[in-house]
């Protein structure tokens, strides 16, 4: 009778393990994706692109959530392509096609978009001004969308304010180009550049929302205006790694003009 239990029991375990083990190991699998996402995020606060790249392409095919991959690895190739020198369009519009992979994976995460219109903005200096102007709709568009799905993120009001900022001193040519191929641009504003900022700054003040806000009341002619907003930014601490080149240019502007 010993033996005929132990078999019994061996019996179960061997076929109905398994599935045991498939339905309680959702919870730490997924608590493992959640850890391994920290830390990518963590190395890429801290400028570690390429070790922050690598452990993106390690985790499974069968992610709980591929869109949060997909995101990081759209904000990891635009990073690395802001330091590169040699090929920095080619990394940006890897950047800009995970963004792409990551909305129509997930309509509903403000993240595809908001790196979309970071990607796109980025790509801007290396390209012609037809296709900057076409460019500029979508980057507009997508970003506000990215405010729709998500009006907490401050960062997303710093790439709109950028996007009025840039567009509002247009030159003629791109000017005339966008009115003749597209009947025109969306509007743009250096009032609302600064509006948005200001949102942006009460969400978390940070050093880029302040480094903005100086270059807006600078090409309002606000020069004591600006002057303050670079004392603020020389204040506070560094967010994400593209602000250690702001909080530079910040002192830098301060000495320069003698303030």
Do not use: C
């Amino acid at each position: 009778m010993r033996i005929r239990f132990l078999k019994i029991t061996i019996t179960f375990l061997f076929f109905f393990l398994p599935f045991l083990s498939l339905a309680g190991g959702s919870g730490p699998d997924y608590d493992d994706y959640s850890a391994e996402l920290e830390k990518i995020d963590e190395l890429l606060f801290q400028g570690e692109n390429q070790l922050a790249l690598q452990m993106l392409k390690e985790l499974p095919a069968d992610d709980p959530d591929s869109a949060e991959t997909l995101w990081r690895l759209a904000r990891v190739h635009y990073e690395m392509g802001r330091l590169e020198k040699e090929r920095p369009f080619e990394l940006f519009k890897q950047s800009e096609e995970y963004a792409r992979a990551t909305i129509s994976e997930a309509p509903g995460n403000s993240e595809g978009y908001k790196w979309l219109a970071i990607a796109l903005g980025a790509q801007a200096k290396f390209s012609d001004t037809k296709t900057q102007v076409r460019q500029s709709r979508e980057i507009k568009e997508s970003i506000e969308e990215a405010i729709v799905l998500n009006p907490e993120d401050d960062i997303s009001y710093l790439v709109l304010s950028r996007w009025h900022y840039k567009v509002s001193v247009l030159g003629t040519l791109a000017r005339t180009f966008a009115k003749i191929v597209y009947g025109g641009i969306p509007k743009a504003s250096l009032a609302e550049a600064e509006d948005l900022l200001l949102q942006a700054i009460a969400l978390h003040d940070r050093i880029s929302h302040r480094y903005n806000l100086a270059k807006v009341y600078d090409r309002m002619g606000r020069n004591a205006d600006a002057k303050a907003q670079l004392q603020n930014a020389l204040r506070l601490p560094l967010t994400f790694p593209e602000e250690a080149e702001e909080l530079e240019k910040s002192r830098k502007k301060l000495k320069d003009n003698n303030v």
